[in-house]
């Protein structure tokens, strides 16, 4: 959905956006037991705000940009774990060519990813998503293909429903995305998008200790609960160290 504002418009930062985006997933009326999953970093705090909105759980979902080799920013693909790989729109054209790269840099992002739920998950099981509405949320989608490994890890944990969330989006990411997700939800889908950051007028580096904060904050309003049905699941303490 496009809110039709100028193309001026910015958010002030991601919590004030994650604020807006909750209000609209909010009217969803999603199906219990629900389930926010912020995309590390920048996306967590903007679930945050919509894990409060929906007055539902947070947790993560790590995934890793593939950057371009020498251009890292630009992104040719996406991993998540369990062996996903999605390759970034247009890719296919000039795949063969750095084919080699792809897979070396792939290999390093697999690395970062594996830190990355070291850190975030701080020794707690896995993420048990059978049965529950996942929200799955990002700061901004240029190519689309983070949200789609998160979309692809999420099926694979057999979420009962899928619903990408981010407050801008190019069209052809939102396109890309609703092609997988149960229900999408978009604040702006700008004609043309540069950069996620140009959309914030803050859009600062956000740390793992960051993080990690609003995830025990979270946990100490929403500890998290196994769903009572589908058969046996893991138990696990919202607590974090």
């Known amino acids: 959905m496009k809110h039709g504002r100028s193309d001026t418009f910015r958010f002030e930062n991601r919590r004030y956006a994650g604020i807006l985006l909750g209000k609209e997933i909010a009217k969803l009326a999603l199906k219990a037991p629900v389930l926010v999953l912020g995309l590390p970093r920048g996306g967590v705090t903007v679930a945050a705000a919509v894990a409060e909105a929906l007055d539902a759980p947070l947790d993560v979902l790590v995934v890793r940009k593939v950057g371009m080799p020498g251009q890292p920013e ?4 996406a991993i998540a774990s369990d062996g996903i790989v999605v390759h970034a729109p ?6 063969a060519s750095i084919s080699p790269s ?22 707690l099981p896995p993420l048990d ?5 996942v929200v799955l949320v990002d700061d901004g989608l240029a190519t689309g293909s983070s949200m789609l490994a998160a979309i692809r890890a999420a099926r694979k944990l057999r979420a009962a429903s ?8 190019s069209p052809e990411a939102a396109a890309r995305v609703a092609a997988e997700a149960d229900h999408t939800v ?16 803050r859009f600062e580096q ?7 904060l ?3 904050r979270a946990a100490r309003r929403h500890p998290f609960k196994p769903p009572r049905f589908g058969g046996e699941s893991q138990n696990r303490s919202g607590s974090r160290p």
């Open 186 to 201: 978009f604040l702006e889908t700008p004609e043309i998008l540069f950069a996620v950051g140009e959309w914030y007028e």
């Open 74 to 77: 630009l992104a040719i693909g």
């Open 129 to 133: 998503l059978a049965g529950r509405t």
């Open 102 to 123: 792809f897979a070396v840099i792939a290999a390093a992002e697999r690395g970062e990813l594996r830190r990355r739920e070291r850190v975030y998950r701080s020794g």
């Open 162 to 169: 899928v619903i990408a969330a981010s407050p801008v989006a």
């Open 206 to 212: 956000i740390e793992d200790i960051e993080v990690n």
């Open 214 to 216: 609003l995830l025990m």
């Open 90 to 95: 247009g890719a296919a054209s000039f795949l």
